[in-house]
C-alpha cells in the first residue's frame, strides 16, 4: 500500500521512533516547524560571507545557501519513515564556485538558453554574456546563480519559509533595466515546497526566473534516476538544433521517446536513438504543458521512486517544463554525502517559459515592462 506523507509522519510517532536533525534518520510527528536559523557557511574570495538557512516544516527539512539561492539539502522519508536528501549538491563554497552545474541554484534573468545570445525588443538589439558555446545559459556567465542574495526569514501562520532578494542593475549581462527580483521558499504544514517568484524593472526587459534542483528520490549518491517513474502532462515538446536551441517547432510527443502522457521509467526509451535524444545525450528539452499559462499553479508532473515509495508531485502557472536527464555529470562532482555523481544519476525538471522565447513570436512572451509585476509559483509535494 502508498502511504501518503501525513501517513507515514503519524505511523512513525505512533511506534515511538525518535527524530534526527537535518540529517538522514526517521520521519517526526511534527506539522509545525519552528523558526529559520541560519550558520556560516563560508566566505567568497572577495571577503562576502556566505550563510546557510536551515528551516523545517510537516516533515520536509530543508538548507539553503545565500548564496545562488541553492538548494542543497532537501530531505523526505521513505514509505518506512526513512530520511534521505534527495537534491545533489556539493560540500563546501569554494565547491560552488569552482564547478557546480547549477545545483539546487536559482536562474535568471533568463533561465535556460538564448541562441548566439542575441534578443531585439522594442528595435533595440542586445548581446548577452556567451557562456555556453555561442549562446546563453541561464543568465550569462555570473547569472543569479552566481550572486549572493539578501535572505529574511518567516513565520507566518504555520508556515515557515525565506524571502531572497537581489537587484539585477542595468546592463547586467547583457539585460536592459534594472530588475528587482524577490522569491519565495515556503515550507507548509503539510511539507510542501513552494517558490514564488516575483521582479519589476524600471526598463523593459525579458525575464524567466526558475529553480535547477537535481532530483534523486533514492537519495543523492544513490545512483541512477533511470528507474524512477515519470508522468509529464505535455503532448508537444520543442525539438532543438545541435546548439540545443529551439528551432521553433511545438512538434507531438506521440509515437516519439518524449511521450510520458502515461507513467513510464525514464530508463525505458531514454537509448531509442531518436534525433533529438543523439544530440541531447538524453533528455533536455521543453515540454509544452497541456494547460498553459495559468492563473494559479495546476499540477503537471508526477516523479516516483518505487525503490524508497517516495514521490514528487509538481504543480505549476508556467508554460513549459524542462527535463533534464543528467546527461553531463561525470565522475568530477563529488557530493554532500561523499559519493560521486556520474552521468544519469539525477533529473531537473524546470518549471519555466520556453527557451529561447525572445527570438520565436510564436511562443509565450517573457517580456516584462515598468509598472508590471513578474509572478509565477511553483508547488513541490512530497509523498511516501
Known sequence: MELNRRTVIAGAAAAGIAATTLGTGTAQAASGGGKPSKELFGTLADGTKVYRWSLENGGTRLKVLSYGGIVQHLEIPDRRGRYANVVLGLPTIADYVAKSPYFGALIGRYGNRIGKGQFTLDGTAYQLSVNDGVNSLHGGSQGFDKRV???????????????????????????????????????????????????????????????????????????????????????????????????????PVAGTPFDFRRTKTIGRDIRAGHAQQVLAKGYDHNWVLDKGVTARPEHVVTLRDPGSGRSLSIASDQPGLQFYSGNFLDASYTGTSGRTYRQGDALCLETQHFPDSPNHANFPSTVLRPGQTYRTSTVHTFGA
Open 149 to 251: 542574495w539578501d535572505v529574511e526569514p518567516f513565520t507566518k501562520g504555520s508556515d515557515v519559509g525565506l524571502y531572497l532578494h537581489y537587484t539585477s542593475i542595468d546592463g547586467e549581462m547583457g539585460y536592459p533595466g534594472t530588475l528587482r527580483a524577490k522569491v519565495t521558499y515556503t515550507l507548509t504544514r503539510g511539507g510542501d515546497w513552494r517558490i514564488d517568484y516575483e521582479a519589476t524593472t524600471d526598463k523593459a526587459t525579458v525575464v524567466n526566473l526558475t529553480s535547477h534542483v537535481y532530483w534523486n528520490l533514492a537519495g543523492e549518491g544513490s545512483g541512477t534516476i533511470e528507474d524512477h517513474e515519470l508522468t509529464i502532462a505535455a503532448s508537444r515538446y520543442t525539438p532543438t538544433d545541435s546548439g540545443l536551441i529551439p528551432t521553433g517547432e511545438l512538434a
